[in-house]
């Protein structure tokens, strides 16, 4: 198997274990509603086409088949971290952006590196792929995924504010909100 082929695996694999998973959590009590939610989502779907989607254009470069397997456990790092912090938040994870009964903020585990765990592997797992498929189309897809999940942390962030209040904001003051130790 190739290094490209064991990443779309690695893809197909999360992606359906993921939207199983959804049976997990607990039923939204409020949410910003779907007009809110639009834009992330268009977002991630044209940068997951950008990414995935197979276009006739030059590769930038091709990687040593032990490089290319490293974008491979890069991106199953990310999607490590981003299951570490959805089994975390256990039946407060949701698929949008809500708040559930008896919501709480959640800092502990990978919550106490990052606000969005979530966001920040997949993002990695979207850089490795960018990085191992090596195109302008898989580099823009990157680009466009990750202006996503910021949209989707930033609108998250205000209505967690507006839901929490106080108890949210102090925890945004301390903690980053995508990048580690920044």
Do not use: C
Not at 118 to 140: E, N, P, S, V
Request: hydrophobic share 55%; charged share 15%.
């Amino acid at each position: 198997m190739s290094p490209l082929r064991g990443m779309i695996v690695l893809w197909v694999v999360w992606f359906v274990t993921w939207w199983a998973a959804a049976a997990w959590s607990d039923r939204a009590v409020k949410s910003p509603g779907a007009g809110p939610q639009l834009l992330y989502t268009l977002l991630t779907i044209a940068g997951g086409v950008l990414l995935f989607g197979v276009f006739p254009v030059e590769r930038w470069w091709r990687l040593p088949p032990a490089a290319g397997w490293g974008t491979v456990v890069l991106a199953g790092a990310g999607f490590a971290f981003a299951w570490w912090a959805r089994i975390h938040l256990g039946r407060f994870w949701a698929r949008s952006v809500s708040r559930k009964a008896d919501h709480r903020v959640v800092d502990t585990g990978p919550y106490a590196l990052v606000r969005h765990p979530i966001y920040t592997g997949i993002i990695l797992a979207t850089i490795a792929t960018a990085a191992l498929k090596a195109t302008a189309f898989a580099w823009a897809g990157m680009l466009v995924m990750t202006l996503g999940w910021y949209v989707k942390a930033r609108l998250e962030e205000r209505f967690l504010k507006g839901e929490l209040g106080n108890a949210y904001a102090a925890y945004a003051a301390r903690v980053p909100m995508l990048v580690p130790f920044i």
